[in-house]
């Protein structure tokens, strides 16, 4: 296998799973679909991890197209990417719900969850769309892109994996259990988020003043 085609299906995977959250995504999941049957449970899993891979896939193809008709920097995104990350880190960490009890109880109703809310914004929120046009920017020739294109697909199996068989694993830990995860895992997304910030003004003054980093 290309060298280039396993480190970009790698590094897109390890980049989205910690932000995505598939693992933090189950509890929603199944309190929205707790009153359906599992067969439905199933249906709405695949298609939100389908949908999910069409959104990223989507920001992944056009990424450079959005940077260039915006004339934003890649420095920029980055900066602005590890914001709404810190953000989102920093309600896993304080345990705020992602959805409002308004918007929790209107997609209770709702006869498919599939787009809204669990594809957008619960997986792929502005965090990992930001972190998807990043690596589309960095990304040169078709081997880098088939890799994220592999690393993309390879994250919606994890996922789909996530919310189809991820019932047992709600009883087994129960609310403190994945309330303690999300905890640790926010503390390392903000960790990335600083890490995507610091690199984000490094490249961003690099190429505005770049006699500075000399």
């Known amino acids: 296998m290309d060298q280039l085609f396993l480190s970009s299906l790698l590094g897109i995977f390890a980049a989205l799973v910690p932000i995505a959250n598939p693992i933090g995504a189950v509890p929603i999941f ?22 999910v891979v069409l ?8 990424g450079r197209l959005i940077l260039s008709f915006f004339g934003i920097s890649l420095g920029v ?7 709404i990350v810190a953000h989102t880190a920093w309600e896993m960490v304080t345990a705020k719900q992602k959805l409002t009890d308004s918007e929790h109880q209107e997609a209770i109703d709702k006869e498919d969850i599939s787009f809204t809310p669990m594809a957008i914004p619960i997986v792929s929120g502005p965090g990992a769309i930001g972190v998807v046009i990043g690596l589309s920017e ?11 294109l592999a ?20 009883q087994a830990m129960g609310k403190n259990g994945i309330g303690a995860l999300n905890r640790v895992l926010g503390f390392l ?15 961003f003054i690099r190429q505005s003043i770049p006699e500075l980093l000399k």
């Open 30 to 51: 199944y309190s929205l679909t707790a009153p359906d049957s599992k067969a439905y449970r199933h249906r709405q899993a695949r298609q939100t991890a389908i949908n």
């Open 55 to 62: 959104v990223l896939v989507a920001f992944l193809l056009i």
């Open 77 to 83: 995104l980055q900066i602005a990417g590890g914001l």
């Open 138 to 148: 960095r990304s040169q020739g078709w081997m880098a892109y088939a890799g994220c």
């Open 151 to 170: 690393g993309i697909v390879l994250f919606g199996t994890v996922l789909y994996l996530c919310l189809a068989l991820g019932e047992p694993l709600i």
């Open 189 to 203: 997304i903000l960790a990335i988020a600083v890490e995507l910030i610091a690199n984000g003004a490094i490249a």
